[in-house]
């Protein structure tokens, strides 16, 4: 009976933690450009991250955990990105930046990436209850690949990649290094918030006095609203 009590217990690791911020990669991108982004159903593990060209971007997070995020996109993905973001915002085609190399892409880049944490670590609050803290997002224009560590220093340290598809089928990835890490639940805890971000969103809009109207559709409309308002548009 006890051994069945024992089994029961609710352990979060690092591949649980790798998907929740898949999830939330997924989750801004379709969203902010309206288009569907999708990850491998396979992860690599790997020895050390990086930055690679043509634009690489990385975000360091500590407090519960310590860890770093690094996206690397092709000039294509990221202009695919970005373009279906700004038309999407109703910016004529004509005054779209032409480059990757463009200050106007990376900022934008930077601002999707911080949504992207920003979405993690609410996430991490809710579902783990410990915070984690994030830096500025850093975006590089780069011609060379340039290896990253995290500041504070890994005792066990765990780095995985994951490809993420485009709606045009290109591709970008997304590193993650982190300290070695498990979660296991001493006991239950109200998650009525935790699980659908949409539901979130519908919370959101009923403290602001929005009412209740139709489930998924105003609920990713007001998903799409919440973005575009946390990105300052």
């Known amino acids: 009976m006890s051994m069945s009590e024992e089994n029961k217990e609710v352990v979060y690791g690092t591949e649980d933690l790798l998907m929740s911020l898949c999830n939330s990669v997924t989750r801004v991108l379709n969203v902010a450009t309206q288009s569907k982004v999708n990850y491998s159903g396979m992860v690599q593990r790997i020895t050390k991250t990086g930055l690679k060209p043509d634009i690489g971007c990385f975000v360091l997070f500590d407090g519960g955990f310590t860890g770093l995020v690094v996206l690397n996109f092709a000039a294509d993905t990221a202009m695919e990105i970005y373009e279906r973001y700004m038309l999407h915002m109703g910016m004529p085609k004509s005054e779209l930046a032409s480059s990757h190399t463009s200050d106007e892409v990376s ?20 579902e783990l209850q410990t915070n984690i803290t994030q830096n ?12 990253l560590s995290v500041d504070t220093p890994l ?35 109200d998650s009525s918030e ?10 959101e809009r009923g403290n602001q006095g929005g009412g209740s109207s139709a489930p998924s559709a105003s609920a990713e409309d007001e998903a799409n609203d919440e973005l575009l308002r946390s990105l300052g548009m």
Do not use: C, W
Request: charged share 30%.
């Open 107 to 126: 900022n934008i880049m930077g601002e999707l990436m911080n949504q992207i944490v920003g979405d993690f670590t609410g996430k991490v609050r809710r």
């Open 136 to 147: 500025q997002p850093k975006m590089l224009v780069l011609t060379k690949q340039v290896m």
């Open 194 to 203: 935790v699980t659908d971000t949409d539901a979130l969103m519908d919370l």
């Open 155 to 189: 005792d066990r340290p765990e780095m995985r990649r994951v490809t993420f598809y485009t709606e045009k089928s290109n591709i970008f990835y997304l590193e993650l290094a982190i300290d070695r890490t498990e979660f296991i639940r001493l006991h239950d805890f």
